[in-house]
């Protein structure tokens, strides 16, 4: 009967969810996070934790600290019953959906506490420490945050969990660290929270809390293939953790796919693997796992297929950086003339083609200055050339830093043409990728605004059998996800991100391997043969 009466309390909430959904325009539902768990999925999160408890434990204290409408509440009661729940509390920013979980489930027991629950856990008269949370708190990305909550949220979470956070990680982050803080010693908790910081720099301290200060006991990660839950899941984990120190020898158990009763591939990683492995979404080690590397569970990464540099430093672009035309003007000699890219804001097309004489067939063509020779040769030889030279002096060009330490002073540094091009700096948020991935087929370098991808010899000879591969590998590059790069890189204020070649190198390489497979035997040869 009650379960009957609970049923029906359940489809009115998600009646009540569609409708105030579709009240919210798109950014206002991204600015709070605001995306609800489907109940089903509550359910099974739910039933996957009841295993875990003591079946008599009767003294649930219930909590969620960003409730929603209260699908998890909802999912809580079906799973362990009105009678073994103590006591529930939801906190929840939004007015309107505290008001309808307190109209929905008020009478089942949840308390509702409307405001924000990094404020409510702060203060004093925070509600009583819950032993069973549930939750799937706001995905608010961190340039949602301002300054001033960042280094509030930094500051609390340090003072309750002793974690530092990074100022790239989004607000579920905080969320995670303050409830469990919050919780009660010995109590369970299950989070569905996005799975980046799995593999990026900035989810470093919450791997180590999650392996050090707690007990992981399951990480459950969404097949995208799987369309149960429908897009919202795809890049979504359920974290499983037990509030207290992870025993001797412990292994977390990972599975990946189908559901978390029966997920499709699975395998305890124990703590001492885990604390060294840079990425988690490798675990479980699985050919069903779609981010898979290899069998030692790092894989091969962009810096076994190229050797990556940044483009030449000039010293000073405006001087040694010339149209062709102006250069031909100046009668400056061919041979000490190399085709250059413009920088990558005035360059719009992806793919570079190029003239027979390797020139960029873009509009201008530019050309970067450089010769060995010395002064006098110059002089001597080459009086066009000798005569641009003498303009430097006004410009105050020998005096710069990279420039004064040359000799001669106008000599560059030697680079080849890369076939591959990747931006060093650039923006961008979720999928977008911050830098862009260009196929060059001309002949100009690049100057350091560039990161030049200069195929390592088993990739060339790939290329050298297979005349379309670089098309595939500027494909494959291209789908390497914004999440990876940023994640690699680094942020600058007004999130403007930059990469450098050692960052860039450690990005998986696994879609590569997965076009050549030989790739991935023979690098592996590579090092058995080294080592
Ligand atoms: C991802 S939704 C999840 C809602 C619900 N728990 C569920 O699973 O369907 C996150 C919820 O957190 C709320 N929220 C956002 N910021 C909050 C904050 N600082 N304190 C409390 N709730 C917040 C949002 O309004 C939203 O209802």
């Known amino acids: 009967m009650i379960a009957h009466h609970e049923n029906q309390v359940e489809a009115r909430r998600q009646a009540i969810q569609l409708e105030i959904d579709s009240r919210r325009s798109a950014a206002e539902r991204n600015r ?4 609800a768990t489907p109940n089903a999925l509550a359910v099974e999160i739910a039933q996957y934790v009841a ?42 920013l939004d007015p309107a959906f505290c008001a309808a979980a307190r109209e929905l489930w008020g009478d089942a027991g949840l308390e509702i506490v409307g405001g924000d629950f990094t404020r409510i856990v702060a203060s004093p008269s925070h509600p009583r420490a819950p032993n069973l949370i549930l ?27 002793g974690v530092q956070v990074n100022g790239l990680a989004g607000l579920y982050v905080y969320f995670l660290l303050l409830t469990t803080a919050w919780m009660e010693e010995g109590g369970w908790a299950a989070w569905l929270v996005p799975s980046e910081f799995m593999d990026v720099n900035y989810g470093a301290a919450l791997k180590r809390f999650l392996t050090d200060c707690v007990t992981l006991v399951r990480v459950h990660r969404f097949d995208a293939e799987d369309v149960q839950f429908g897009d919202a899941l795809v890049s979504s984990v359920v974290l499983v953790l037990h509030k207290a120190a992870p025993p001797r020898g412990h292994t977390v158990e990972f599975t990946f796919g189908g559901t978390m009763a029966r997920p499709h591939a699975r395998e305890g990683v124990a703590l001492d693997r885990l604390r060294d492995a840079r990425k988690w979404t490798v675990y479980p080690e699985h050919a069903g796992n779609d981010r898979r590397t290899s069998a030692n569970g790092e894989g091969l990464t962009l810096a076994d297929l190229f050797r990556i540099q940044r483009g030449i430093a000039t010293g000073s672009n405006k001087f040694f950086v010339l149209e ?14 190399r085709p250059i890219l413009p920088s990558p804001r005035h360059l719009k097309a992806t793919i570079i083609n190029a003239n027979e004489d390797g020139y960029p067939l873009i509009a201008p063509q530019l050309c970067v200055l450089d010769c060995d020779l010395p002064e006098h040769v110059v002089e001597d030889k080459y009086p066009a050339l000798w005569a641009y030279l003498q303009t430097a002096e006004a410009l105050g060009i020998k005096d710069g830093y990279l420039v004064g330490r040359r000799t001669p002073w106008y000599k560059q540094e030697q680079r080849s043409p890369a076939p591959f091009l990747c931006t060093y700096m650039g ?37 050298r059998q297979q ?27 007004g999130g403007l991100h930059k990469i450098e070649p050692s960052e860039l190198g450690r990005i998986s390489a696994a879609a590569f391997v997965e076009r050549w497979p030989c790739l991935e035997s023979t690098v592996q040869r590579q090092v058995e043969l080294f080592a």
């Open 135 to 161: 939750a799937n708190p706001p995905y608010v990305r961190h340039h949602h945050l301002t300054r001033e909550d960042k280094e509030r949220l930094q500051a609390l979470a340090h003072h309750l969990t």
């Open 324 to 337: 062709r035309a102006d250069a031909t003007r100046r009668g400056l000699p061919k041979k000490f003339l």
């Open 51 to 92: 295993t875990l408890l003591d079946r008599k434990t009767d003294g649930i204290r219930f909590a969620d600290p960003a409730i929603g409408t209260g699908s998890f509440f909802s999912a809580a009661l079906t799973v362990f019953g009105r009678k073994r729940i103590a006591s529930a509390v939801g906190i929840e």
């Open 32 to 35: 709070l996070g605001q995306f």
């Open 427 to 463: 923006r961008g948020a979720d999928e977008k990728q911050p830098f862009r991935f260009i196929l060059n087929r001309s002949a100009a370098i690049a100057t350091n605004l560039y990161l030049m991808l200069h195929p390592q010899p088993r990739l060339a000879a790939i290329l």
């Open 467 to 493: 005349p379309d591969g670089n098309t595939t590998i500027h494909e494959l590059l291209q789908r390497v996800t914004g999440h990876e790069l940023r994640g690699e890189g680094r942020v600058y204020g």
